[in-house]
């Protein structure tokens, strides 16, 4: 189960990674940026990151407290 967290948890650090591209770093390149389209990109970058980060670190603790009892 620990181990499913942290890989579920490095795959949204990579959405992550793809929605800043996409949302933040595209549309300063294409000169369409808009405020409301930073926003929604900033909120979702956080919000994975966040989730990604606790993900790892709950999986990573459910292992080593798997391995002290087995």
């Known amino acids: 189960m620990g ?3 942290k890989e ?9 990674l793809a ?3 996409y949302l933040l770093i595209q549309p300063f390149l294409k ?3 808009t405020l409301r389209l930073i926003l929604v ?8 990151i966040i989730l990604g980060i606790v993900l790892i670190n709950l999986g990573d603790k459910l292992e ?5 009892n087995g």
Do not use: T
């Open 19 to 21: 929605i800043a591209i």
């Open 41 to 48: 990109g900033v909120a979702f970058y956080f919000v994975l």
């Open 8 to 16: 579920f948890g490095k795959h949204l650090l990579n959405l992550a």
């Open 31 to 33: 000169g369409n940026n």
């Open 3 to 5: 181990e499913a967290l």
């Open 64 to 68: 080593k407290g798997g391995n002290k």
